[in-house]
């Protein structure tokens, strides 16, 4: 039973515009978000996270926004770069362990 | 290097072989955590230790896997008489809470099993 889905498999932007990735959940009890970056070959790596008491969390270029009524996540990227292309993945936890969705790819095109 | 190492990078391995994979955590994190991947989708979670204490493990963790953290520092995990289905990549991570609960994973570049 996936607890957190992110319906887009992949996502094209041209540079120096928005990218919107969504992601939403089912489990109510979850009281933390992460977003990951992966590129090939290597290791997730971290992004940014939000809790639960927070609707909104910035850092430079990435925002992150949470709506807990409607179960659900997003990351904006602005302005887009090549640079960011590559895997994003949301997670949630309401413990120790987190839960993945399957990822977006997101293109940035030049 | 202050990251998060995993050895090896890649591993094959006949069916039926025993395999061991090393984690070394960033050395003031506690946590450390075990994750598998396959393709197409999301980590999942196998296994948590708080220093050398392993406090919780998933049921995808078979009785075939087993994980130890003996001195609360690297971590290692085996897989016995391993199986096609185990082919993934293995990740480790490691964390220490922040402050203000804002804290993250840092991942390893995980280690690719397949099985043949």
């Known amino acids: 039973d996936q607890q957190v889905k992110q319906n887009s498999p992949s996502l094209s932007v041209q540079e120096g515009r928005i990218s919107i990735l969504n992601c939403d959940y089912t489990?109510?009890?979850?009281?933390?978000f992460l977003w990951y970056k992966k590129y090939p070959a290597e290791g997730p790596t971290f992004l940014i996270s939000?809790?639960?008491?927070?609707d909104k969390n910035e850092d430079g270029r990435f925002t992150v926004f949470l709506n807990k009524s409607a179960k659900h996540l997003s990351l904006h990227i602005v302005p887009s770069q090549p640079g960011d292309s590559a895997v994003y993945f949301c997670a949630a936890s309401a413990g120790n362990q987190f839960y993945f969705g399957t990822g977006t790819s997101l293109t940035v095109i030049p | 290097d202050t990251g998060v190492s995993q050895d090896p990078r890649h591993k094959i391995t006949k069916r039926g072989q025993n395999v061991t994979f090393r984690c070394d955590p960033i050395s003031e994190h506690n946590r450390l955590y075990w994750y598998r991947q396959t393709l197409g989708q999301g980590p999942e979670f196998l296994t948590y230790?708080?220093?050398?204490?392993?406090?919780?493990k998933s049921r995808l963790l078979s009785d075939r896997f087993s994980a130890e953290r003996p001195k609360g520092s690297f971590s290692t995990l085996e897989i016995q008489r391993t199986e096609q289905g185990d082919s993934a990549m293995y990740l480790c991570a490691s964390s220490s809470r922040g402050t203000g609960g804002n804290y993250g994973y840092t991942f390893g570049s995980g280690t690719r099993l397949t099985v043949v």
């Open positions: 489990n109510s009890m979850f009281d933390y």
């Open positions: 230790f708080q220093n050398e204490a392993q406090l919780e």
């Open positions: 939000i809790s639960s008491i927070k």
